[in-house]
């Protein structure tokens, strides 16, 4: 009788036990898909507040203590790039959210992209990728000029790109210029020589004080080949501005980047897929000097 009772007691052990395991795992199961659902739902709720705040950013970075309503009109942004291609591939959630406020949004390649001497074909499909990305070509500066060349190795000539920019500024009263940062996103040679002199320009004093310049963050490579599940990271590390696009923006940046025929290798594909960049941009400021001093 003893070992029957025992043997009873082992069976309902191991079915207790079976039990358990199920229910842990099936309990696993719903913790994740809560985790994973509460994340999408993280995500979506910092969309929705940064498309009530983005104009309140704008006057933030700007100093503009004015506190009538502005549906972005007051905005004259100019996005400063190297190559063809640059400004979908780093910059396209913030040309996209600037142009859905009605800011005045201008770009200045400062080359055409002829390292595979393919420079009219990039050129023409700079156009088309800026016009799906609401830029129309009377808006877009194109340089050519033997000192900038498309050229990785190349040692681009900081005065020239200054004089560049400046009269940008000074033909369009921009009030914003941003650009890529020391490290230039991909860490290319003529990305960062923009930075280098755009940070010279903000501290030499050459323009006036309502024009603010700002550079685009680069972060390590988890964070950049994670997608839109990078966003709440970028959300909540400080940055003087942030611009985000949802899936209907994220078509369009898409749209804006399969413009560039002459670059879609299969690599490009993956980063039109992976890149945090398509979705999300932060900005840091980049601080200005006193007015007219001289740096050499």
Same mark, same amino acid.
């Given at each position: =009788?003893?070992? /029957?009772?025992?043997?009873?007691?082992?069976?309902?052990l *191991?079915?207790?036990?079976?039990?358990?395991?199920?229910?842990?795992?099936? =309990?696993?199961?719903?913790?994740?898909?809560?985790?994973? /659902?509460?994340?999408?739902?993280w995500?979506?709720c910092?969309?929705?507040?940064?498309?009530r705040?983005?104009?309140?950013? +704008?006057?933030?970075v700007?100093? %503009?203590?004015? %506190?009538r309503?502005?549906?972005?009109?007051d905005?004259?942004?100019?996005?400063?790039?190297?190559?063809?291609?640059?400004?979908?591939?780093?910059?396209?959630?913030?040309?996209i959210? @600037?142009?859905?406020?009605?800011?005045?949004?201008?770009? @200045?390649?400062?080359?055409?992209?002829?390292?595979?001497?393919?420079?009219?074909q990039?050129?023409?499909?700079?156009?088309?990728?800026?016009?799906?990305?609401?830029?129309?070509?009377?808006?877009?500066?194109?340089l050519?000029?033997?000192?900038?060349?498309?050229?990785?190795?190349?040692?681009?000539?900081i005065?020239?790109v200054?004089?560049?920019?400046?009269?940008?500024?000074?033909?369009?009263?921009?009030?914003?210029? *941003?650009?890529?940062? $020391?490290?230039?996103?991909?860490?290319?040679?003529?990305?960062?020589?923009?930075?280098?002199?755009?940070?010279?320009?903000?501290?030499?004093g050459?323009?006036?004080?309502?024009?603010c /310049?700002?550079? +685009?963050?680069?972060? $390590?490579?988890?964070?950049?080949?994670?997608?839109? *599940?990078?966003?709440?990271?970028?959300?909540?590390?400080?940055?003087?501005?942030?611009?985000?696009i $949802?899936?209907?923006?994220?078509?369009?940046?898409?749209?804006a =980047?399969l413009?560039?025929r002459?670059?879609? *290798?299969?690599?490009?594909?993956?980063?039109i897929? /992976?890149?945090?960049? =398509?979705?999300?941009?932060?900005f840091?400021?980049?601080?200005? $000097?006193?007015?007219?001093?001289?740096?050499?």
């Amino acid at each position: =009788m003893f070992f /029957f009772y025992a043997e009873l007691i082992h069976v309902w052990l *191991l079915s207790l036990h079976g039990w358990l395991t199920v229910t842990v795992k099936i =309990m696993s199961i719903y913790l994740a898909a809560l985790v994973v /659902f509460s994340y999408l739902a993280w995500i979506k709720c910092i969309y929705y507040r940064h498309r009530r705040t983005m104009v309140k950013s +704008l006057k933030h970075v700007l100093n %503009s203590s004015s %506190s009538r309503e502005s549906n972005g009109s007051d905005f004259r942004a100019l996005i400063v790039t190297a190559h063809p291609d640059d400004e979908c591939m780093f910059f396209a959630p913030t040309i996209i959210r @600037l142009v859905e406020l009605n800011a005045s949004v201008h770009l @200045l390649c400062l080359s055409k992209g002829n390292y595979y001497n393919q420079g009219a074909q990039r050129q023409q499909e700079l156009l088309n990728s800026c016009a799906t990305l609401g830029i129309p070509a009377s808006s877009i500066t194109i340089l050519d000029h033997k000192k900038l060349p498309d050229d990785p190795k190349a040692e681009w000539n900081i005065s020239v790109v200054c004089s560049a920019i400046v009269q940008q500024i000074r033909a369009h009263s921009f009030n914003m210029v *941003l650009t890529f940062d $020391g490290r230039g996103v991909s860490g290319h040679a003529n990305h960062i020589a923009i930075h280098k002199a755009v940070r010279h320009l903000a501290a030499s004093g050459q323009v006036t004080d309502d024009c603010c /310049f700002l550079s +685009l963050v680069t972060v $390590g490579l988890l964070r950049k080949y994670i997608s839109f *599940l990078e966003l709440p990271i970028s959300w909540l590390l400080p940055s003087c501005l942030c611009c985000i696009i $949802g899936s209907q923006g994220y078509k369009q940046a898409k749209a804006a =980047m399969l413009c560039h025929r002459s670059q879609l *290798l299969w690599f490009r594909y993956l980063y039109i897929t /992976f890149s945090r960049y =398509m979705f999300v941009n932060t900005f840091q400021m980049i601080p200005q $000097g006193p007015k007219n001093l001289k740096i050499y």
